[in-house]
């Protein structure tokens, strides 16, 4: 009962007569917030965190910790709100490339592999970045419920992503050594998103043997590349998938996926080498040490 009346309880009380707007006044201030604020304060705690145990593994956590909190409440409005009590609706189970960054910060404090620890940051700063910056410039995709609180819940998620995927990048200091031993950053968090990849489609296989095909399994369609569902609502991707079969699609999807975490990778790699650039001019040096001196 507890759970029922806090689900329907209407953080906005106010009558929605229209979905929010991409780049409307408030997420555009709400964006606008988090490059002023919470950006830099993620690259910040990010520098820290590399010295500081305490700081990467309690700050981490919070994060995932703070995301399943929001996704708990999603999943809370969608079953009682909204009258989906009985079949669940498993299009909705929080297993796409969107959702994972919440696992991931959340056990990532909990494992003592410096690999593995490395993977999961990896797969924060490139591919979870990767899922926050799609919605933050394609924000029509998450903006469908005509519901303030939950546009909202998906907007700040997807900001947020990229706050940690900030702080992933900067605790990892990507760029700081030679390209080739750099790489395998990209190596790492490449093979931990083909890891969960895989997870998703076994997912997706579970759904359908245990459930059938019908309205409320949708083909499970984890990650968005169901070999049950080929009408996607991913643009060229579902075009492919139609025409030339789920196999084409999914090594497509894949390979595109691949390329974007490699080009933010490579972003990363070149602002990095940029700004230690800058900081060696003897200019800029001298600029510095003339500022340290004043504030001492």
């Not at 590399?50 to 999943?75: C, H, P, V």
Request: proline residues 3%.
């Amino acid at each position: 009962m507890l759970l029922e009346t806090l689900a329907n309880y209407n953080p906005f009380p106010f009558p929605v007569t229209e979905q929010l707007k991409p780049w409307c006044l408030s997420i555009t201030l709400l964006f606008l917030f988090f490059v002023i604020f919470i950006y830099p304060l993620m690259f910040y705690l990010g520098r820290k965190a590399r010295n500081n145990n305490k700081i990467r593994d309690y700050f981490t956590m919070a994060i995932g910790l703070f995301l399943i909190s929001t996704e708990i409440y999603k999943q809370l409005l969608f079953a009682y709100h909204y009258n989906f009590q009985g079949d669940y609706h498993w299009s909705l189970f929080p297993f796409q490339l969107c959702s994972i960054p919440m696992y991931t910060a959340a056990i990532m404090p909990l494992t003592r592999n410096e690999k593995l620890r490395k993977s999961l940051f990896a797969f924060m700063a490139l591919y979870g970045m990767l899922g926050g910056i799609a919605v933050t410039l394609f924000q029509s995709s998450v903006l469908t419920w005509e519901d303030y609180s939950l546009d909202y819940q998906s907007i700040i998620w997807h900001f947020g992503l990229v706050a940690l995927g900030i702080y992933s990048a900067t605790y990892l200091n990507i760029g700081s050594i030679k390209f080739k031993e750099t790489l395998k950053i990209y190596e790492y968090g490449t093979f931990t998103f083909l890891f969960f990849l895989v997870v998703a489609e076994i997912i997706n296989l579970l759904i359908i043997l245990n459930h059938g095909y019908n309205e409320f399994t949708a083909g499970g369609n984890m990650f968005y590349i169901s070999m049950f569902m080929f009408n996607l609502a991913i643009p060229v991707l579902s075009t492919v998938t139609s025409t030339c079969g789920w196999y084409i699609g999914f090594i497509g999807y894949t390979f595109a996926l691949m390329a974007g975490a490699f080009l933010i990778f490579s972003t990363y790699f070149g602002l990095n080498k940029l700004t230690l650039k800058i900081l060696s001019n003897e200019k800029v040096k001298e600029t510095l040490s003339k500022l340290k001196r004043k504030e001492s």
